[in-house]
């Protein structure tokens, strides 16, 4: 064996878009040849994903169906001044689902579990020497140059918890704010799994990076004790820290994930800037190249560029929301934007998770409390940067 092997298409990190793209290649295009290098073990991600099925268009359905572990008719938001069931579908897929799902639809040789050392427009040097040649590569390796763009961080400690007894609990509860606020918009989120096992996360808003997971976990703990859950045993834990997207500039950012390389994911600024959601992005993407005609280099490179700057450009609502809970709410009180947006209509709620706001939503959205100042909400309506 020389060290190097051949492809038409090298996709770098098998996390959620990665693995998207190269489930939806592999239905799509079973012609090409496909490498999915990942470092860890598992593909998808690793981590419960969860999402409301409004998120995905339906034509692009059958790119998450085969993942899907759980789909509950609605969900629950809590805040202490308001508590409310949405009456949408919520879907859940978990890691080792997922990871399964994934390696059913793949061929045996597409799954490369390698660190990546070095990557260009069709090369890539894996760190135990073997390099792969491909028409195009795809990074989908997870965020580039945060630094370059106004960021802020959603912080996540999540823990699946098998109980003595059942909980009772029938839907997701997606937001609980109804807790102590600390180190920005806290809140928890539970999602109920089979009668006695329940997914429950301590999550942050914050301005800060760093995370504390045992305050993470003491959160869980006492949210436990609060509901009276007696755990028998923590059958998973998952953390990580994703960015929200204030400001900044798309091309720098671009470039900063590797030049002439095309990109997919966090990589790509393709998440929900005012909640760091990454699911619905991640399907559109993967949909778009499955249909794409020419999936070598320069031109992969250019239609990815231009797939992610369009989003980019008209994303500047959201990222005013994002500044709203960042910048202009109290810290304690960030949770009340929240708190405020559950209140208005299922279908505007809908499209701004989906990211399909309309102009009148938008106007709803700003225009209650708190407040922002109106040259900027001038700007958000318009679609335009700061
Ligand atoms: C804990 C947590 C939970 C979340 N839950 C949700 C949710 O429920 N719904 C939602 O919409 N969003 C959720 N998000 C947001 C979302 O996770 C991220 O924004 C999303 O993972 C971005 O997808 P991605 O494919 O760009 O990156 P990732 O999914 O992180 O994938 C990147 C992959 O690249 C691999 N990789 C990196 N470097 C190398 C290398 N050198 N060599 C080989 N492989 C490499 C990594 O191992 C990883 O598997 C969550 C975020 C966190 C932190």
Redesign the pocket.
Known sequence: MDGSMRCDLAI????????LIAHALSVRRPDLSLRL????PVLG???????PANDIEPEHRWIVEPFLSRTWNGYDVVFPAHRRSLGVRYHAVRPAEHDAGLRRVLTPETPVH????RASATRVVL?NGRTIDAAGVID????GDLGLLDVRW?K???RELLLDRPHGIAMPIVMDAATPQQDGCHFMQVLPLDRRRLFVAACYFSDRRLADAHQMRRRIDDYADQNGWRVGEMTAE??????MLLDGGFDGYWESGGEHAAK????AA???PAT?????D?VRLAAYVAELPDLAGPALHEALRVHAARAWGERSFYRMVAKMLFHIADDDARYRLFERLYRLPPKLIDRFNAMQSTPADKLRILAGRPSLPLSQTFRALMGSER
């Open positions: 770098l990190g098998g996390g959620l878009a990665g693995g290098i990942e470092a860890q991600g690793g981590r419960v994903w969860a999402f390698a660190r990546i050392a760190a989908a390796r997870g965020p959603r996540y400690l999540g998952e953390a990580g820290v994703t960015p997919a994911g966090a990589r393709l998440l929900h760091g959601a990454a699911v619905a991640a």
